[in-house]
């Protein structure tokens, strides 16, 4: 049988990627002929996807926004299709289609989504540059239009909706799409574990990304606390934090080391203004790091309050927490239970429940 999977951007396999990526290995070592679909793949990208027995097949759509970075990008892409259907005209239909992308209005037999990207805009965008945040607000009611158009046509030609998340199919059905079922993105508890049984504590981890909410992390080192922090870094983080001295800016870091950063950390902070469901939170509790979060979206769902990390329901009580649990730490059997949860999610569990729900469909045979 052959299978496309219809993804996003993919300049690497990592992010909203990676549930597709899992999936596509799976299936092939199930002697199934997998072939993955992007308006555009790294050449990186497109051999690691070779190495998983996989078939790369990129549209190599040429994108005014390519030196902007992935965000611009995935914009771009998304505008492609959402105006003139650009990125699924040439496709030819499989016998089975799924599709992980907001790129392509396409017939499948499952869609997965992900998050719109309206909402994720109208999160991110509070937190903006004043420049970025008016030009936003001029053309939010085209995006929400194109979005809501979009998003009704691909449900329409999908016989199947699966959200990553309870929040995120929330938001579907606000735009009255019918979501069936929930499936949590997957990670590779293997991968991610602890690196060490005699951790450091000596800082806090957080991540620097678009949907940071950058002031929340000031004014807790402003406090006093120690800081790594890692992630791209970019025109949209604040220069104050890079010079803060309580603040060690890290940049792209390897997996080994992001794993040993995580196992390190006396806990992780996860400010964040638009999260429907986050590897961050998921990836430290794995290393046995409790994470500090707030208390919606997302995180919501996996991070259990007292337990795994704590959940705050505004920022300043999020700051007081920071604070408070970096002056007096906590009970050592949190990072116990953190890996205990985080095995709930872990990529055997993922795969299992996809294979579930394709024999459902009478499509697979033999396996699981």
Request: contains cysteine; glycine residues 4%.
């Amino acid at each position: 049988m052959n299978i496309n999977i219809l993804c996003d951007v993919m300049l690497k396999l990592d992010g909203s990627i990676r549930p597709a990526i899992y999936l596509a290995e799976e299936l092939a070592k199930h002697d199934y002929k997998v072939t993955m679909i992007s308006p555009l793949i790294s050449p990186e990208s497109e051999m690691e996807i070779k190495d998983l027995g996989v078939i790369p097949q990129n549209m190599r759509v040429n994108l005014v926004t390519k030196n902007r970075g992935h965000a611009f990008l995935w914009f771009e892409a998304w505008l492609r299709e959402a105006l003139f259907r650009m990125n699924s005209t040439g496709i030819e239909r499989s016998s089975l289609t799924i599709n992980f992308s907001q790129m392509f209005s396409f017939p499948s037999l499952v869609w997965y989504l992900q998050g719109t990207p309206s909402a994720a805009l109208e999160d991110i965008a509070r937190g903006l540059p004043i420049l970025f945040k008016a030009a936003y607000r001029c053309l939010s009611p085209l995006i929400s239009y194109l979005d809501k158009v979009m998003v009704e046509q691909t449900r329409s030609l999908s016989k199947f909706a699966v959200a990553n998340s309870k929040y995120c199919a929330s938001l579907y059905s606000k735009l009255g799409i019918k979501v069936d079922h929930v499936i949590y993105p997957p990670l590779d508890c293997s991968l991610f574990k602890p690196s060490t049984v005699n951790p450091s504590l000596k800082y806090v981890l957080t991540y620097f990304g678009k949907e940071t909410e950058f002031t929340t992390i000031k004014a807790i080192a402003d406090k006093g606390v120690t800081i790594k922090a890692f992630g791209s870094k970019g025109s949209l983080i604040p220069q104050e934090l890079l010079r803060h001295p309580n603040i060690e800016f890290l940049g792209r870091v390897s997996i080994s080391k992001l794993i040993n950063l995580y196992s390190n950390a006396l806990y992780t902070i996860f400010p964040f203004t638009h999260e429907p469901f986050g590897y961050i939170p998921l990836e430290s509790m794995a290393c046995g790091t409790p994470v500090l979060t707030y208390n919606m979206q997302g995180p919501a769902e996996y991070v259990i309050d007292e337990v795994t990390g704590w959940l705050a329901n505004s920022k300043p009580d999020l700051i007081i927490k920071a604070i408070k649990i970096w002056r007096n730490g906590y009970a050592s059997y949190i990072r116990r239970k953190c890996v205990e949860e985080a095995v709930k999610f872990d990529k055997k569990v993922y795969v299992e429940r996809w294979f579930s729900l394709l024999k459902y469909f009478d499509v697979l045979e033999g396996v699981y």
